[in-house]
């Protein structure tokens, strides 16, 4: 029986909505070769929140300025990956909140990104290629909805 190194990982991210024409839109990343497109999300770092981490990370994947409105269930997964040639198992636990769009254009992501761009937050759902956040995205749309916020 082969036992493996296990760590834990904690990053956070947004759901970031805007009105537009009556309908709402949130902002989505196209990330990694093939292209899968996901939320806005990255690691922890040493000294930060993971909101203060989340705003952050919403800001250099999209370019967008955003106020926080609320939080959103967390997600928590189990994932593999090679560390030092060796594979490790990762606990990863992923905070995500709902963030209203202030100010900024999705044109001014950084480089680990291929594309960020506006779709429309029902369309969002099936292009997103993780499961948790289809579920993230499920929520904000359901608080948004409720008039939870905004």
């Known amino acids: 029986m082969s036992t ?3 760590k834990e990982q904690v990053s956070a991210g947004g759901v970031v909505y805007r009105r537009r024409g009556g309908k ?3 902002a989505l990343i196209s990330v990694g ?3 899968r497109w996901q939320l806005p999300k990255g690691l922890v770092g040493r000294g930060e929140t993971p909101l203060e981490a989340a705003l952050r990370e919403v800001r250099e994947e999209t370019g967008l300025a955003c106020e926080v409105e ?3 269930e967390r997600v928590e997964y189990w994932y593999f990956s090679k560390g030092g040639g060796r594979r490790v198992r990762f606990h990863k636990f ?3 909140y709902l963030m209203r769009f202030v100010s900024g254009d999705v044109s001014g992501h950084d480089d680990e990104v291929n594309e960020a761009r506006w779709v429309e937050a029902e369309e969002a759902e099936g292009m997103l290629a993780f499961k948790g956040e289809r579920k993230a995205l499920s929520e904000a749309r ?3 909805a409720a ?3 905004d």
């Open 94 to 96: 992923v905070h995500f």
């Open 4 to 6: 493996f190194e296990t």
């Open 147 to 149: 008039g939870a916020v």
């Open 33 to 35: 070769e093939p292209a």
């Open 142 to 144: 359901e608080m948004l």
């Open 70 to 72: 609320g939080e959103l």
């Open 24 to 26: 709402t839109e949130v």
